[in-house]
């Protein structure tokens, strides 16, 4: 009996001790990618998307952001979303502070198979994120979801509920909206909405200080794209690519006045050198170098 309280005890204490070390782990960024792999996306797009997720993690420009922060570790979670029941945590958490943390992170990305082929559960993706940040046990500077999909939510709850959720509980989402040129017509209404899905994601999805939506339309640009997202997450700003005015804009209306679009410059956010709105008639928000990457 003795002999196995002690057990008991030391495997007690080898555990709190692997929950304080998890729990005392710094790092500058925790992130989720969350990605759709509905039945809308082919395989070939699939393949597509982790040759870019590997391309990005693996860029100069990225190790570069992460070696230049504070604590110069980033931590990161991969996860692959379909129906409101299909959502599934693919790695796990992985530090990544160099060139071979970031080749580590991404071999076991590329061996990992498609995980399901339903319909897309935003929302159920943005959940489960979000539930992940709140149990990882890191202390982060900062929290991110980065949802990268093709299409609307069309399963599970709102897409707006799962996003106030999150960013209530101080965590940004930020999108990644996939263009589909050339829709079959049963998914036409689904991944070109009314407005554009780049919009979509904008009203709907994104959210959070310092969030933002890049649009690619082409998947093989995907990785030039996640590029270009994922230093401005790691580095805590906006993207080179972001929604903007022109010279001649008329002052912004509302939804640009938030902590989403703090970072802008007084000329970007529709305003002239001395905090003045500009004349002019308002027009749609653009992509400030129209972030085609075609």
């Known amino acids: 009996m003795a002999l196995m ?37 082919d395989d070939t797009e699939f393949r597509l998307e982790k040759d870019g997720y590997t391309a990005a ?25 379909a129906s409101a029941f299909e959502v599934r945590t693919v790695l796990d958490w992985t530090l990544i502070r160099d060139a071979g943390s970031a080749k580590a992170f991404v071999d076991k990305l590329n061996a990992a198979p498609r995980s399901f082929w339903g319909r897309t559960a935003i929302g159920a993706g943005i959940d489960h994120a979000a539930s992940m940040l709140s149990e990882s046990g890191m202390n982060a500077s900062r929290r991110t979801i980065d949802v990268c999909g093709d299409g609307t939510n069309n399963a599970g709850r709102e897409v707006t509920a799962a996003r106030d959720d999150a960013v209530a509980a101080g965590i940004t989402v930020n999108g990644l909206a996939i263009i589909n040129e050339n829709p079959v017509s049963w998914s036409f209404a689904h991944v070109q909405p009314p407005g554009g899905l780049q919009k979509y994601y904008r009203d709907n999805v994104i959210g959070g200080p310092g969030s933002f939506v890049l649009e690619v339309r082409d998947f093989r640009t995907f990785g030039d794209a996640m590029t270009r997202k994922l230093v401005a997450e790691i580095a805590g700003r906006l993207p080179e690519t972001r929604f903007a005015y ?11 006045r938030g902590p989403a679009f703090d970072m802008l410059s007084p000329v970007e956010s529709g305003e002239d050198a001395n905090g003045n709105p500009k004349s002019g008639p308002v027009r749609p928000p653009r992509l400030l170098d129209r972030a085609r990457l075609q």
């Open 57 to 81: 993690f693996t860029s100069r420009q990225v190790l570069s952001a992460i070696e230049k922060g504070p604590l110069g570790v980033i931590a990161v979670a991969y996860v692959e979303f």
């Open 246 to 256: 022109e010279p001649g804009d008329g002052p912004p209306p509302a939804w640009t």
């Open 5 to 41: 309280r002690g057990i008991v005890l030391a495997f007690c204490l080898l555990l709190c001790g692997a929950m304080a070390a998890r729990a005392a782990e710094d790092v500058d960024l925790a992130l989720v990618l969350v990605t759709d792999v509905s039945r809308s996306i």
